[in-house]
């Protein structure tokens, strides 16, 4: 009786404590902003948290990770009123949903990372079909006829290759099996491109979970290779993974820095439509970096009221002009829109109403 | 029956239990519906899991929209469940009986709360914590030193967490039950010759036997549904089957996070269902597991009643 | 007779069977002492990897500033574990704890016994399971949006039925004499109940909170689709507002490539095993006087 009845006290006790915490901390009508979404994407949304607010005291945003299906599904029922999204909304969902508007915020990337001892320091070159066949289980070994004829004088090991992929849903397997299928006529039949694809059976092959899970199982396995989101440059960098050459649609081998990206942007600028859902994976130009996308705030354009259709303004708006500064944008390697296309978004956000 | 206030007033707390049960396989039901008429008997046999082409148009098949290419196999799923469990109850209870037998029997008095502490700490540790620790500790030992092809993930990394993660549930009820043990029955066992170690494990053990047969029941339910820790570690199995305790697997549960935020974006809806399908299989396995672990713990009571 | 004799001879030497005993008790010993350290070993060592790696992470401000985007403090994931998993334990301990005496007192028929089991069926499901269902049902059915209330319900699903078997267990473990006594000494059943057999089951019971207790601060998987998140402290609404929480931080700060993320992320993992332990110690000791 005195334990239950200690307890229940203490209980109540500390729940109302809690309470009034809760209460004394927001003592303003501040507009709340729910973002979630795409995990490629949070990284910066989380650098502009600090100062989006302090430009912007009556906004409290809050960042969420939970992936672009997740951020586009909850966007559409208005859980949330961003969405972050490493893909425009398909055809399908659009016809599902014709409110949800696809603003592109900033252009991200992915290299390929490979853990091969003694090379890492060496840019080897490696294709879409290539790394669809590697995905695919046609190409097993390292020093297969393929690779080599690709990288003449590098002495590639006679190993197994140890494919990683992500088990999650992830923008980054989006935009790599994109590229894989848009390179290679085999894969886009029958793999086709996602969020979560049905990775063929390869013994060995490593499913890890997040960007953090591929380094972690790349840095740990010699002689495999993994898709890995640009923002984590610096730790591959660090973990001394090595960065591939990819194969372009020009034909050209060409690593991920701010040139090549930057000319798979603009290769695509005059093709943006004005709901700017369009892709520049293996873009035309023979310095453009294969794997580039735009990254998307999914948002309804009917919001239930003017405050937070006034605050998303606000906040999109911000994110496309202040918030593309290299400030920024460096923090996590990403390029910063086109002028034409920030006019495009621009025009979009002003339809949140 | 007696129908005193009191007791209706438990029994009805009690079927609150029962009830959200219930409710929660209702929902599965009713949600997976259509995915359990489309999917049919080969959901359970077949290895390929390949949520389709999301966008694209959709087609329809036998009647229904499902995404271009989808088909939906989740015995990969299975096996992982039931092999990860299992081993991971095959390391877990000599640790747990052995060590709360050490704490009960020969730790100081003194020492036993902290030591108990201890491992109730275990249990603590958040699902994510083991994760990561199975990536940062577990899975380069594995790697090094057990695993013949330098991979860590996998199997026997899943297990291992698995099984100090549900260690502390079979321990602590264990101890609890042999601090109960009455004082007489160690008393004549000490009298009749035996060792400290027999008092223990042919006089006090038999004795918590209903104790320690719920701590694991209680322990392989945890096991069976465990996701995040998991996940980090089982290297992520899809469309092949384990061949050693070094093989990718997925658990069902596992499996549920990874590809619901995928799921949410198919238009037709159908792949959320068969996610909920899975759910209501891994239930149907624990039902099945539950109802094992009754008959053969109603089948030791039996036996011991026959040899007095 | 030999008893007369052996009181004054010397010890008398060991059989065969005996030695073969008294060895194997030993080896039992010394596996048992293993089993220990193999359970606290790794404990020991996941608290170390997370000390030095959240390191960097600890300061005064740890407690005082919320989450900032990448880094910050940890005032709203803190605020927010204690309030869904004080608001789980408030739903899940009077039904738990329900279910637990009338299972062990008057359950011992085929109701009983069908409670158990589907008691235990349900610790077998998934929290994510768990997360996605009141996320249908709470969240977009009964349009709570992400909310506190629909947090603490799932957490309380989820641990009500440890607390319920733990219960039970630990009340089974009162000899029956004592109830009898009280019976015999004219008392009601609701007293022998609370005055006789919980306090003597005192210490099982509280294990079994404990238990649940920390199970629910370490969760992750339910709250992410039903409590959301926030940067901010809690408003103190119910339902159609976010909350933070500890294991959110863990789950997906670690995931960011910032080194201040990753010391944060370890922060709050230890954090959260501060604070049970807190509790855990706090409330033996109160078990302990009472």
């Known amino acids: 009786m005195k334990i239950s009845a200690k307890l229940r006290r203490s209980g109540v006790a500390a729940l109302a404590v809690a309470a009034v915490i809760g209460t004394a901390g927001i003592a303003h009508a501040a507009t709340t902003l729910v973002e979630t979404g795409s995990s490629l994407l949070y990284p910066l949304f989380n650098i502009w948290v600090p100062d989006f607010s302090a430009a912007n005291p009556g906004i409290q945003l809050t960042t969420t990770s939970t992936g672009s299906g997740a951020g586009i599904a909850q966007a559409a029922k208005g859980l949330v009123q961003i969405g972050a999204s490493d893909a425009y909304v ?90 894989l299928s848009a390179s290679t006529p085999a894969w886009a039949k029958t793999l086709k491109y996602g969020t979560a694809v049905s990775w063929p059976a390869i013994t060995g092959e490593i499913g890890a979970k997040g960007n953090t899970g591929m ?16 923002s984590y440059a610096n730790q591959v960098a660090k973990d001394g993974l ?61 919001q239930p009221d003017a405050t937070t259709a006034g605050a998303i303004r606000t906040f999109l708006s911000w994110a496309i002009t202040s918030g593309n500064s290299m400030q920024y944008l460096s923090k996590v390697h990403f390029l910063p829109l086109p002028d034409a296309i920030k006019i495009l978004s621009q025009t979009q956000i002003a339809k949140i109403q | 029956m007696n129908l005193s206030p009191f007791r209706m007033t438990l029994l009805g707390l009690s079927l609150l239990i029962p009830a959200a049960l219930c409710a929660v396989v209702l929902f599965l039901l009713i949600y997976s519906g259509q995915a359990i008429g489309f999917n049919g008997l080969h959901f359970v046999t077949d290895i390929n899991w390949n949520l389709g ?133 160690r008393e004549s066992a000490f009298a009749l010759g ?50 050693s305790l070094f093989s990718p697997i997925s658990t069902i549960a596992s499996f549920i996070v990874a590809q619901l935020d995928s799921a949410e974006s198919d238009p037709t809806n159908m792949a959320v269902r068969s996610l909920a399908e899975i759910a209501l299989v891994l239930f149907i396995i624990t039902l099945a597991v539950n109802a094992g672990a009754k008959i053969l713990s109603s089948g030791a009571l039996h036996v011991r009643k026959r040899q007095h | 007779m030999s008893a007369s004799v052996s009181i004054k001879a010397a010890k008398p030497a060991r059989s ?152 039970e267990l630990a009340l089974r473990q009162v000899p029956t004499s004592m109830r009898e006594a009280g019976f015999a000494l004219g008392a ?61 931080v863990i789950w997906s700060f670690i995931d960011q490539p910032f080194a201040e993320s990753h010391a944060l992320a370890f922060a709050a993992a230890f954090l959260v095993m501060l604070v049970v332990l807190a509790i855990n110690v706090g409330v033996r000791l109160v078990v302990k006087r009472a």
């Open chain 1, 90 to 179: 398909s055809d399908s969902l659009e016809k599902k949903n014709p409110t949800l508007l696809s603003i592109p915020l900033a252009i991200s990337s992915q290299a390929i990372n490979y853990n091969l001892p003694g090379l890492n320091d060496k840019n080897i070159k490696l294709s879409g079909p290539v790394l669809a066949a590697i995905y695919m289980g046609k190409i097993t070994m390292w020093n297969d006829p393929k690779i080599k004829a690709m990288n003449p004088g590098v002495d590639l090991p006679d190993h197994v290759i140890i494919p990683v992929h992500r088990l999650d849903g992830s923008g980054d397997t989006f935009i790599f099996t994109q590229y």
């Open chain 1, 215 to 230: 380094l972690s199982a790349a840095a740990a396995n010699p002689y495999s290779v993994a898709y890995i989101g640009v």
């Open chain 1, 242 to 302: 090595g960065v591939a050459m990819l194969k372009n649609k020009a034909g050209k081998f060409v690593l991920p820095d701010a040139d090549t990206v930057g000319a798979a942007a603009n290769s695509v600028v005059t093709d943006t439509p004005p709901d700017e859902r369009i892709s520049m994976i293996f873009a035309d130009g023979d310095n453009a970096y294969p794997i580039a996308n735009y990254e998307y705030a999914v948002v309804n354009s009917q």
């Open chain 2, 53 to 185: 082409d999301l966008y694209d148009d959709p087609v329809t098949v036998k009647g229904i929209q499902i995404p271009s290419g989808a088909n939906y196999g989740i015995l990969v799923f299975i096996v992982g469940t039931l092999l990860s469990s299992f081993i991971a109850i095959i390391i877990a209870v000599p640790l747990s009986v052995g060590a709360a037998i050490f704490l009960a029997e020969a730790v100081p008095p003194r020492i036993r709360p902290v030591l108990s502490m201890l491992v109730e700490l275990v249990a603590v540790v958040p699902s994510v914590v083991f994760g990561l620790w199975g990536i940062a500790v577990l899975i380069p030992f594995i790697g090094h030193y057990i695993a013949p092809t330098g991979n860590g993930y996998g199997l026997l990394a899943a297990s291992i967490v698995l099984a100090l993660m549900i260690t502390p549930i079979i321990a602590t009820t264990l101890l609890d039950a042999l601090m109960q043990v009455p004082k007489e029955n």
């Open chain 2, 194 to 243: 035996a060792t400290h170690f027999e008092v223990v494990s042919k006089a006090m053990m038999p004795m918590v036997r209903t104790t320690l047969v719920g701590g694991i029941v209680l322990a392989l339910g945890r096991a069976l549904g465990e996701t995040m820790a998991v996940l980090m570690v089982s290297g992520g199995g899809i469309n092949i089957l384990p061949t």
């Open chain 3, 16 to 167: 065969a069977q005996e030695v073969r005993r008294i060895i194997g008790s030993n080896i039992g010993w010394v596996a048992c002492g293993f089993a220990l350290l193999c359970v606290i070993g790794p404990l020991v060592d996941i608290v170390a990897v997370i000390a030095i790696h959240g390191l960097s992470a600890f300061s005064g401000k740890l407690f005082t500033t919320v989450t900032n985007g990448t880094g910050g403090g940890l005032l709203n994931a803190i605020e927010g574990t204690a309030v869904l998993s004080l608001g789980a334990m408030i739903i899940a301990v009077p039904i738990g704890v329900g279910a637990g005496i009338y299972l062990s007192e008057y359950g011992q028929n085929r109701l009983g016994s069908t409670i158990r089991f589907l008691s235990d069926v349900l610790t077998g499901t998934p929290s994510i399971v768990l997360g996605y269902f009141s996320y249908i049902v709470f969240i977009i059915s009964l349009g709570w949006g992400f909310s506190v209330l629909a947090g603490a319900i799932t957490l309380a699903i989820l641990i009500v039925p440890y607390l319920a078997r733990i219960t």
């Open chain 3, 188 to 248: 009601t059943e609701p007293t022998v109940v609370f005055k006789i057999i919980l306090p003597g089951a005192a210490s099982g019971v509280v294990t079994g909170a404990l238990l649940a207790l920390a199970i629910s601060v370490g969760e992750t998987a339910p709250l992410i689709y039903t409590a959301g998140w926030s940067n901010y402290t809690w408003d103190g609404k119910l339902t159609h507002a976010p909350i933070g929480y500890l294991t959110y």
